[in-house]
């Protein structure tokens, strides 16, 4: 999937020329960090403490008749259970 990031220029120069020194497109480079910092099992909050995520979850799914795919159809269901 492509998408567009804005980085800070001296970030963008410094990934580069390590992409450059590993002899690997930029592309793996920050695939490699992504992923890295993706399965980190803990999350630095304020002041370093590792923050722990609670997830609240609820019982329920997709609604009768409604299509996720169909970003439109989604919203104008959305809009009549108002």
């Given at each position: 999937m492509k998408t567009t990031v804005d980085l800070p220029d001296e970030l963008f120069i410094a990934a580069k020329k390590r992409a450059a020194e590993l002899r690997q497109p930029l592309r793996a480079l920050i695939e490699r960090g992504l992923r890295a910092e993706i399965g980190r099992t803990t999350v630095q909050?304020?002041?370093?403490?590792?923050?722990?995520?609670?997830?609240?979850?609820?019982?329920?799914?997709?609604?009768?008749?409604?299509?996720?795919?169909?970003?439109?159809?989604?919203h104008d269901w959305l809009r009549q259970q108002r």
């Open positions: 909050g304020d002041g370093g403490k590792p923050v722990t995520i609670r997830w609240v979850t609820v019982p329920g799914g997709i609604p009768a008749g409604v299509d996720v795919a169909d970003r439109s159809a989604m």
